[in-house]
């Protein structure tokens, strides 16, 4: 994740056209989506009245993503959105969902931190593929997975092959560590 804390500017032009003011550049839902998914919190802001639309673009590239057919948010789940909203007084979803993402991403840091800090395994050859296979595993499961890590071979995994080839690669990696775990004991 990226240890920088202040948000990326994101600025809409008139011409509904957005901005990163850090690399000077125009950018996509798809590059803002990647920003997210690599830990960095974004802003946008339109350029002529300076109101924040940041809710209006994450709300959009969730839209995006399930007019795809990638179920981010169960249907039950998107009907008490609804009702929460249509339910006239404050409600507590927010703070709800806000503390559930809260729990998760913590439970998710100290489990890996766990792994790193008190497992005897860490001095066996191969176990820092297996770690980031983890780590991607993890990352999978709760939604933010950005690149898969660099296997041992030094080659990245990108977003641009396809899942089964990933899968693929994972379970090559997996084979090799069982045979060299097998061949210490």
Do not use: C
Request: charged share 25%; aromatic share 6%.
């Amino acid at each position: 994740m990226t240890e920088n804390k202040s948000p990326l500017l994101i600025k809409r032009y008139a011409s509904r056209r957005l901005y990163n003011t850090e690399t000077s550049d125009y950018v996509t839902l798809e590059d803002i989506s990647g920003f997210i998914r690599d830990g960095r919190e974004v802003k946008i802001v339109d350029l002529k009245t300076g109101h924040d639309l940041t809710r209006q673009y994450l709300l959009q590239i969730i839209a995006e993503h399930e007019s795809r057919g990638e179920s981010v948010l169960p249907v039950d789940v998107l009907n008490d959105l609804v009702r929460s909203y249509m339910g006239g007084g404050a409600s507590v979803v927010p703070q709800f969902l806000q503390a559930s993402f809260d729990m998760l991403r913590d439970g998710q840091n100290t489990m890996i931190e766990g792994i790193e800090t008190i497992n005897p395994m860490a001095n066996i050859p191969g176990f820092e593929a297996m770690q980031a296979q983890q780590q991607a595993f993890m990352k999978m499961m709760t939604g933010s997975l950005s690149k898969w890590p660099t296997s041992s071979n030094g080659t990245d995994h990108n977003s641009s092959e396809e899942p089964d080839e990933d899968l693929q690669s994972i379970k090559k990696q997996l084979a090799e560590l069982q045979e060299k775990l097998s061949k210490l004991t």
